[in-house]
């Protein structure tokens, strides 16, 4: 990619707005996932503390400025979850959306009821996931969606939830099953690590409501057939366009814009 292409790629994600979430709603996002994975019923004895991972906040950056209605089909090794509505966005009533549709799933024989959505609440407290990251985008237009002017909202996931047949955790004493090395905090295994970071993940995709002014909607949840669990690191970049970024990516042509402007 020449130096021109890169500058109007990094221009292009610095004008549309495409990453609108603050540090506080990070740290809301992150909170929340928390909270519910530690709310769980039964109570879960191999459930990881999750972490804000920037990595994966860039992939959903680069994919939420493309306001299609629809998972991205370039993610490998990354779970994800989409919310959308035609209201200001509250990141709070998303997450919460998402975690509401374990009314409709029962964990005993790994069930959700007939017409209803639970992929989306049972990737928010998949175990094993422990790193988010998430991008807001307001969308003119959808693809796939007849919303205007609507909020996009995207978390991706590692490592990624919703193994066919497989339960989202296992049922016991909270804890008891940790990694070695972890403690215990609030029903959750927890690392030393901070929950925002900006370092990759290192080893070891519902319901619609309506109110009289907003629309939400959170996509069909889906089951990955085959999708072997991975202790390797994934690359952990969007590859469906020229303007492919990573978080060290990112950084770097932040540093050639900043020069560029300088000069």
């Not at 769980?40 to 004895?45: E, F, G, H, L, N």
């Amino acid at each position: 990619m020449s130096w021109t292409a890169v500058l109007w790629c990094l221009l292009a994600f610095w004008v549309t707005g495409g990453h609108q979430l603050t540090a506080e709603n990070k740290t809301t996002i992150v909170e929340l996932h928390n909270r519910f994975r530690s709310l769980v019923v039964p109570s879960a004895a191999n459930m990881r503390r999750m972490h804000w991972n920037e990595s994966l906040a860039a992939i959903a950056v680069a994919y939420s400025t493309k306001c299609v209605w629809d998972h991205n089909p370039e993610l490998v090794d990354i779970g994800e979850n989409l919310f959308i509505t035609n209201g200001r966005l509250n990141v709070s009533n998303a997450v919460t959306d998402w975690y509401e549709e374990h009314l409709d799933y029962t964990y005993k024989n790994n069930h959700c009821q007939e017409d209803k959505m639970c992929g989306h609440y049972t990737q928010v407290v998949w175990a094993d996931s422990y790193a988010v990251g998430c991008a807001s985008h307001l969308c003119a237009k959808m693809t796939g969606l007849q919303f205007e002017n609507a909020n996009l909202f995207i978390c991706n996931y590692y490592p990624p939830g919703n193994f066919k047949g497989k339960l989202p955790y296992t049922s016991g004493e909270p804890c008891y099953l940790c990694p070695a090395g972890m403690s215990c905090k609030d029903k959750l295994c927890a690392t030393a690590e901070k929950l925002i970071s900006t370092s990759q993940p290192t080893s070891s995709p519902r319901s619609t409501t309506q109110s009289p002014a907003t629309e939400n909607k959170s996509t069909p949840s889906s089951s990955k057939e085959t999708m072997p669990w991975t202790t390797s690191l994934p690359r952990l970049n969007y590859t469906g366009g020229a303007c492919a970024v990573t978080e060290g990516s990112l950084t770097l042509l932040s540093s050639v814009l900043l020069l560029l402007l300088t000069m």
